[in-house]
């Protein structure tokens, strides 16, 4: 709201508006969820003469795209001026992960890999998402792929910062010296947790093998 807040007074001191002030706003809508005030903002770029880049129209998919409409937002792709990019591609096929659907899901996809071939995270919700529709043949047909050209997925890792050393860690990984200490305090944060009634969510998802 802030942003949206500057955004007024820089219109009210007639201050010009350019690029970097739209790609602003346009990323708070986009946060907030709030669609319509977004895709107003949008519109309203090509009043102030600003000509809409790629940064844009990626947040106005996202911002379609994070409140579900998909088949709009798979719309705005299609009738853009210039030719999607990656991160277009890549941000419309994360809303089809979040709202399960499938069809658009798979457009996404292979369209982003027609941008990035050698993308082996999006290979393999490609694959996901045909065994979702069925299409067992080409899921069957992107594993091949991925196998013959050495594609392999890397795990994410997360980090944390303490005394000016870094570590870094990701799921099941028991590989710090000091792991059994750690898993013993984080077993007593949850039970703590739970003793003030917090129930924590515990979604049984595979990235790498599952796309729902």
């Known amino acids: 709201m802030e942003v949206v807040e500057l955004y007024g007074k820089m219109k009210d001191e007639k201050i010009k508006l350019d690029a970097i002030t739209f790609l602003g706003v346009l990323s708070s809508w986009r946060h907030a969820g709030l669609v319509e005030q ?18 844009h129209y990626s947040c106005v998919v996202d911002l379609l795209g994070r409140a579900g409409l998909l088949q709009e937002a798979l719309d705005f792709i299609l009738k853009m ?3 999607p990019n990656a991160v277009v591609w890549g941000s419309l096929l994360s809303s089809c992960r979040l709202h399960g659907n499938i069809w658009i899901g798979i457009k ?16 393999v919700q490609l694959a996901s998402l045909y065994a979702s529709a069925k299409w067992w ?8 792929v991925m196998k013959d050209r050495g594609l392999k997925t890397n795990p994410g890792y997360s980090w944390i910062e ?15 010296t000091n792991a059994k200490g750690i898993l013993g305090v984080l077993s007593c ?8 009634g917090y129930v924590p969510e515990m979604p049984e998802e595979d990235i790498d093998d599952t796309f729902f």
């Open 189 to 196: 944060l949850v039970d703590h947790m739970k003793m003030l």
């Open 81 to 83: 001026p210039i030719r």
């Open 137 to 144: 043949d080409e899921a069957a047909r992107v594993r091949k």
């Open 38 to 55: 977004g895709c107003a903002c949008f519109d309203s770029m090509i009043i102030h003469g600003v000509k809409p880049a790629e940064d």
């Open 162 to 176: 303490i005394k000016n050393e870094l570590y870094r860690f990701r799921a099941e990984d028991k590989s710090n």
């Open 108 to 123: 996404a996809a292979e369209s982003r890999l027609l941008l990035e071939p050698e993308c082996a995270a999006t290979h």
